[in-house]
């Protein structure tokens, strides 16, 4: 069963072999037809070719060999423009099985381009198919040298095949073959093989039906053998084995020949108990089921029993009607045998037979010369052919290397010029870079001038404020307490709360102090101690249970105090989203170096999320972009309702260097 499914169309192509196979001849080529005209809007893929070649099979088989042409055409040129091998050479032995029965030297030019297209994709149990096929083209147009030579080629493919039913062919076509060439004890031996071959079908579970017909027609052939050695008890004998009621119920052309064998071999043992009517038996039968092959030999064998009999008038009739026949379906030795019977019976005409006999046989070994000829020119041909297209090749490939080495060195010549340019660039940037670095370092340097000014003058406040102003405050604080023991009520009520203003005014100019005296606030201080600290610190204000990861081997010291306030103040602000808004359980934080002194952030938590595109950035998420901007660096951050938070930086801490 096939299927083919549209992109664009919700149709299917279908072909289905039960239902297919129980329509009626007129009813299954209009159902192929159907197919035909589905399969021609379908675009070119190998599931249309193989379909194509399917249909192209089951014209055949309805005996619509012009249809099935056409089909196995539009195959081969599909496979053709889309270089399919396998399916081209699948179309040729389609178009050369067509022309089998019609055109004999047109199936033989098809099967050879075949055999030449499997052969180069080293299909060889298909080549043997394509010899085989052209050895039984070989073989009906009387060219038996030449079909032994084919058959010969392909049993030397198939040697290693597994294909026992091709290889029971090709055995008994050969022998066959030798037994036109009255090499009847080396047929025998491939009959033989062939029987062999049965048995390996047999074992690999083939078609049981399919392997009594094989056995029954080897039999027949070692039977046919053995008369023409004079062995007529061995071929009674076989023949009478196969003789049965479910043979003639169920093979009843087989069952017509083995009964017209048997026959005839009892006549030529001297035993003529039930020929006659054997012999019309199965002349009767082979009559109804139109058979005209088989008809001929029939007559002609009835017409030899005749002549044994002594009854010339009905040899003569039987005979004539055997001549007309086979003159008829162009059946070239059934003629000469019929009129060389003809010959010696009929006394009267015997000299006009004898005649026709001559003439028909000269006429037959200039077709069988002619044939030949045409075979062989076939060959050569089509050998010629290649050698033209080897040429053609060859000399396309020296264009084709020719054309390669110009493009290379237009190429060469295109790359030497933009390396060129390029260097030049380089240079021109690696001079802008020194110059900018010059600048840089004087900019560090009056920042450095600048901060030492500014640290002595904090220096400087700090140390006033301690020594100056707290002292000075102090002692008020200290007189206002000895005032203090004054005993009305309302003055010790109003000191009290001056000696509180002042030790607020006391604790507010000590933290200035400290803090202006302190320098900057990672100096002295680790960087990894201080964010331990800070997300330590959520345990007692936060429901959140945070977990701090980083890479422990990396030295904060040698990065500059602006990487580390920022990212400090990222983290800081981002944990107190995560507080306010979140609704988070957990919620990790990890700094890892990556290469290239990158250093990335990132914050993920479990909270309750939002929607990036529906919620305006606040003011802390701003705070942070704009840290991370300051930076030259990444900032990036991913959220979906119900899903979570997470807040990625990336920066190269040596950017600002």
């Not at 037994?179 to 009959?191: G, I, P, R, S």
């Not at 040429?391 to 493009?407: A, D, H, W």
């Amino acid at each position: 069963m096939f299927f083919i499914f549209s992109c664009k169309k919700s149709t299917t192509v279908l072909f289905d072999k039960s239902h297919f196979d129980g329509l009626s001849g007129n009813r299954k080529e209009k159902y192929l037809d159907s197919l035909v005209g589905s399969l021609k809007s379908k675009k070119n893929d190998a599931t249309v070719r193989d379909i194509y070649l399917k249909i192209a099979a089951e014209y055949y088989y309805i005996n619509n060999p012009k249809k099935s042409l056409d089909v196995s055409l539009k195959s081969l040129q599909l496979s053709k423009d889309s270089n399919d091998s396998i399916r081209i050479a699948k179309s040729l032995y389609y178009v050369g099985d067509c022309y089998e029965n019609s055109k004999k030297d047109t199936a033989y030019f098809y099967y050879l381009k075949a055999q030449k297209v499997y052969e180069k994709i080293q299909d060889n149990d298909n080549v043997g198919r394509m010899l085989f096929n052209k050895a039984y083209v070989l073989f009906y147009d009387g060219n038996y040298v030449e079909c032994e030579v084919e058959i010969s080629k392909a049993l030397q493919y198939l040697k290693k095949s597994t294909n026992h039913q091709l290889i029971y062919s090709c055995n008994t076509l050969m022998g066959n073959c030798l037994e036109k060439l009255v090499n009847y004890d080396k047929a025998l031996w491939y009959h033989k093989m062939a029987l062999s071959d049965l048995e390996k079908m047999k074992i690999n579970d083939n078609d049981k039906n399919e392997i009594n017909n094989y056995n029954v027609t080897s039999i027949i052939n070692i039977c046919n053998l053995h008369d023409l050695k004079g062995e007529f008890p061995k071929s009674i004998k076989k023949l009478q084995a196969l003789l049965s009621e479910e043979l003639k119920k169920k093979w009843t052309r087989l069952y017509a020949n083995v009964l017209s064998n048997l026959a005839y071999s009892k006549m030529r043992n001297g035993d003529y108990e039930n020929v006659e009517s054997m012999f019309f038996e199965s002349l009767k039968i082979v009559d109804s089921i139109g058979i005209e092959p088989d008809i001929l030999y029939k007559k002609i064998h009835i017409g030899e029993y005749f002549l044994t009999q002594k009854d010339t008038i009905k040899s003569i009739e039987s005979l004539k009607e055997a001549n007309q026949l086979a003159i008829k379906i162009k059946s070239s030795n059934e003629i000469l045998t019929s009129l060389k019977l003809l010959s010696k019976i009929d006394k009267k005409k015997s000299l006009f037979y004898t005649n026709e006999y001559i003439k028909v046989s000269d006429s037959i070994n200039i077709v069988q010369k002619n044939t030949h000829n045409k075979y062989a020119r076939i060959e050569y041909e089509t050998s010629r052919i290649e050698d033209e297209n080897k040429v053609l090749t060859k000399k396309n490939f020296y264009i084709l290397i020719i054309s390669f080495g110009l493009i290379l060195l237009l190429v060469t010549i295109i790359v030497m010029r933009y390396l060129k340019y390029k260097n030049k660039k380089l240079q021109f940037l690696k001079k802008q870079q020194e110059a900018n670095e010059e600048i840089y370092q004087l900019l560090t340097e009056q920042h450095e001038k600048i901060n030492v000014a500014k640290e002595n003058e904090k220096a400087k406040i700090a140390k006033e404020l301690h020594d100056g102003v707290m002292n000075k405050i102090y002692g008020v604080r200290m007189n206002l307490g000895f005032f203090n023991s004054k005993i009305d009520a309302k003055i010790i009520e109003k000191r009290k709360e001056y000696i509180f203003e002042l030790q607020n005014i006391e604790n507010e100019i000590r933290t200035i102090s400290h803090d202006l005296s302190r320098g900057s606030f990672f100096e002295g201080n680790d960087f990894n101690v201080l964010l331990s600290s800070l997300i330590e610190n959520q345990k007692d204000i936060s429901s959140t249970q945070f977990k701090y990861l980083n890479d422990e081997t990396f030295a904060w010291a040698t990065i500059q105090n602006i990487y580390k306030i920022n990212l400090y103040r990222i983290i800081q602000e981002a944990i107190l989203n995560i507080n306010k808004y979140a609704n988070a359980k957990n919620c990790e934080i990890r700094i890892q170096k990556k290469k290239d002194n990158l250093l990335k952030l990132s914050i993920t938590d479990d909270g309750d999320g939002f929607d990036l595109k529906k919620k305006n950035n606040g003011i802390g998420l701003s705070n942070m972009k704009e840290r991370a901007n300051s930076l030259k660096g990444q900032f990036n951050i991913e959220s979906k309702i119900g899903e979570g938070t997470k807040i990625e930086v990336m920066f190269n801490f040596q950017t600002l260097s």
